[in-house]
Structure formats: C-alpha cells, structure tokens
C-alpha cells in the first residue's frame, strides 16, 4: 500500500510537469538570444546522476535490477552566472552586465535495467533562461525565454565491479545529446548535439558511507569556438567554446538507515582550450539531503554555490552559478515476486510456487530415488520415495539442503519453509551439547546496501523466532543479518545470485567451549557488521 500511495503521488508530480512544459515550451515571440544565431552553448553545470543510484551529480556503479525502472524530477534554480569572460576587466562593464539572472530547469528521468549490469535511460529537461545584456552607453537589456526544451539525453551505464564486493567500484557512462534544445539561449548544445562520457570509481569502506569519483569529457559537435553578443553594434566576443573536461566527488552519510543520508559534493567543468584561464573553470560545491520513502525511492533537497577561483571580476567560472536550490524525487517500484524466490514474476513461469532459476523459477521436477528415471513417468503409478533429512549437523555448522524462503519483501517465514526449519529444530534438541548457534542471514549485491542488510537482520531474527517457538532455549541461539557483504560466489549472475541469497547456521559454542567457526566475513567487519565475540 505504501509503494501504490509513493507510485500516486509521483504519477501526479510527473503529469503536472508534463502539462508545465508542454505549455511552457510552446513557441514564443518574446524569445530574446543572449548570442548571435548558429552560436552558443548548453551551460548546465548542475548535472544530475544519469539514474538513482548516484549522489546529486555523481554517478555510482550499482544499477537498476534487470528488467526494474525509475522514474525521476529534479526541480534546479540557478541564480547569478556570468558568461562574458572575454571582456572581464574592459572598462564598459559588459562582463558585469551580461548576466544569467536565473536558470531554471526541470528534469525528467527514466531509466530500465538490464542483466543486473547496465542501465539504459532519457533525461528530458525544460529550461527557462533570464538575464541582461549589454548595450551601449553602459544600458543594458534583458535576454529570455518563457520556457524551451533542452537537449534530450540517452544514455547508458555498466558497472565493471561493485564496491560493495571489490574494493573499488567501476563502472562507465556513455550519453548522446540530441539538439533539441536552444544554445541562443544556452539551452542546448550547437550543431549536432553532443558525446560525454565519464569512468566512475567509488568506494564503500563502510556502511554509513560511500564516496565516488568522476571523470569524463564531453565533446560538442558544430561548435563555435567564439561566440558574440546577440545586438546591432559591433561583434563583441563573449565566450569561447568546446570540448570540456568533467569532474565530481561526491560523498553520502547515512544519518537514520533507511530514512536520511547526508550528501555533499563538488563537481565541475574545465574548457580544454581554456586551461590556464580561471574563468573557463567551473566548480560548484553542493550539500542537501536524501529522505528515503520507500525501499528505494526518494525525495532529495539541497543548495549549491559557485566555489570562485579568482581570475574574473565575479570570481566565478562561466558556467558556475552563483547560488542554486534543488529539490527532486525519484521512485524505483520494487519487481513483484509473490513467491518469495528471487526471480520477479514477470520473469517466473510458477510465479506462485518458490523455484530455481534453472527452471525459470519452477520448482525442480521430482526423481524417485532407487528407481530408473524413465520408469517415472509412467503415470497412474505411485512412486515411493525414501524419507531423508534435509538438514544435517557437519564441521561445526548445520547444512540445509533446502533453501528457506520468505515472503516478498518480508521477514516472514513461507509455509513450504517450515519442514526444513523443523528438521534444524531436531538437530538442535538432539544435540544438548551446542550451546550458541548463530543465524546469518545473507542477500545478493542487488538492492541499496542498507536495505539488505536490514532485511537480513529481520530474517535472521524471524528464523531465531520460529526456532523459540519449537522448544528451543533462545539463549542458545543468536541471529545476525550480513546484507550482501558476504557472497559465497563473486559474479554477478542470475545463479551467483541464488547461491548468495540464503541463511546459514553457525555452531559457536559446543560442550562448554568456543568452536572457533568464523562468523560473517571480513567485508562485513570492515562494514562494522560483526558477531559479538563468545565466551
């Protein structure tokens, strides 16, 4: 009910933008060019995350699951950009009277995963420009546009490694800007759009906070290296123009799990051809915060400032804004999987009945033991199946044969579960001597950090509960959630997947002394997710 009341809401966001700009952008005679026709540039250096999973402007490496999407709006008001850096320090005042007064965007974002590995997406902007310009006998006029598409952005992101299995995530992005905007009003990018591309790198040292790099470069086509002020007078040269160099840092701090990060970060842009000149370097630093609704969706707040580098009477670079406010939502609705087994129904062909991928999420077909294979088919007959346990006490842990399922999205234990949770509960009474037995609960590297590991520390405890129910001393047994730090298999396939997805139990104490078996993994001790030492 939660995520139909989240999914509501962004549906009512998402039409009232579309119904904004399509009145917004529709063409208008009070259009007024900062610079002269078949000029121009895109000057957005407040760039969100090409997906959700980013920072603000910085991109991560985790992505969407496969065949899940996102939808996403990021309101961004810019105020005080200075862009005539050619005639910072003449004595007629055009670099302090050609202004961007505000720059006002909003964004649309879509994105579909895919093979758990990549993400494909658009992000479609509307722009409403407003600022001064120049004029003779130090008058000035305005420049602005009632509202005008940006460039459409298609793109695409994969992630080589994970930080939360690797030391270091990697991952690409690759984006085509499509000239559908305006760059007379600095909408859009010249000519025939754009290329950008970017590695990214990040970290995640610890489970309250992850950190990413990236860089890139962006490469616009039919360009004007010069570009001059939109007025009857002689040319004046305002800006230069082209390749760019891109750059980010961006850092998150889990203040309240599952409810509130922190995020700050400084991002910006250096014209190749510009190096050595400060006002062609742009650098913004950005603070705000991440309020998270449900599972992976989200509304995010924030305020940026231009970070001035000296250089130009401002300060600032050409492309940096002075001040800028921004808030946006983004919604991921969760894959629907109704029996609890790791593939989404819309890929399951017994979406009711838990399953192995091997099977397309069916159930394995039942082989009579002692009887030649083929002599099972033979219908009418009934088949006589020798009783074993799937549950049996080896090397200091109890190993289950059968998976323990749960309801989706849940702690709670699936009734097909509780026949081998039972057999667990015999071993443990019939065996008096184990005096502490851990239960780890283990997810695969889907999914944020944080929202497995809570979901595996509710598992965890709910198999700890079932096992008090059936006769067992709770102080014998201790329960613990890993998240996704601790896989048994390190690739990031559908059956890595199912391997790592699981619950395991752990002898720690047997006949009055330590077993010495290893709890969790030393990823997750560094994550500070540890068992308390036994005595």
Known sequence: MKETAVASTAARIVTLSVLIIAAWSSPSAADTNLVRDG??????????????????????????????????????????????????????????????????????????GLFDRAVVGLQLPLIIPAGTMFQEEGDRRGWSSRGTFGDLVIHGKVHVTRATVHPVGLGLVLQYQAPTGKPELLTGEPGAGALAGKVVADVEPVRWYRAALNAGVRYPFGFETENHLNWEGPPMRLFDYGPMLTFGLGQSFTLWPGVMDFVVEVYGNQLISGFGDRGYTSLEAAGGFKFYLQGNSYLMAGYAHGIPLGGTDSGYGYQAMEHRMFLGFAFEPSLLDTDGD????????????????????????????????????????????????????????????????????????????????????????????????????????????????????????????????????????????????????????????????????????????????????????????FSPRVR
């Not at 090409?50 to 490496?61: E, L």
């Not at 939808?71 to 302090?96: P, T």
């Open 39 to 112: 000029e121009g540039m895109e000057s957005r250096l407040f760039r969100p995350a090409v997906d959700t999973k980013g920072h603000f402007t910085v991109d991560s490496t985790p992505v969407l699951p496969h065949m899940a999407v996102s939808l996403g709006m990021v309101l961004d008001f810019g105020f005080n950009q200075w862009v005539a850096v050619e005639q910072d320090g003449a004595d007629h005042g055009a670099y302090s009277d050609t202004v961007v007064k505000r720059y006002i965007t909003t964004l649309l974002m879509f994105n579909f």
């Open 342 to 529: 790791g593939i989404p129904d819309i890929r399951d062909e017994c979406p009711l009945v838990p399953g192995t991928r091997a099977y397309k999420g069916c159930p394995p077909p039942p082989v009579p033991i002692g009887e030649p294979e083929e002599e099972a088919e033979d219908e009418g007959r009934v088949d006589i199946v020798e009783e074993k346990s799937d549950a049996e006490l080896v090397d200091g842990a109890i190993r289950t044969l059968k998976k323990i399922y749960f309801e989706y999205n849940s702690d709670e234990i699936k009734e097909e579960s509780f026949p081998i949770l039972d057999q667990v509960a015999k071993i443990i009474l019939d065996n008096p001597k184990i005096e502490l037995l851990e239960i780890e609960g283990h997810a695969d590297e889907r999914g944020p950090e944080r929202y497995n590991l809570n979901l595996t520390t509710k598992r965890a405890a709910s198999v700890k509960r079932y096992l008090v129910k059936k006769g067992i001393d709770g102080k014998r047994l201790r329960s613990m959630g890993y998240g996704e730090y601790c896989p048994v298999r390190l690739g990031s396939t559908e059956a890595d997947y199912e391997e790592n997805r699981r619950v395991d139990f752990k002898v720690l104490k047997f006949d009055g002394e330590p077993t010495g078996v290893e709890t969790g993994c030393p990823r997750a001790r560094r994550k500070g997710v």
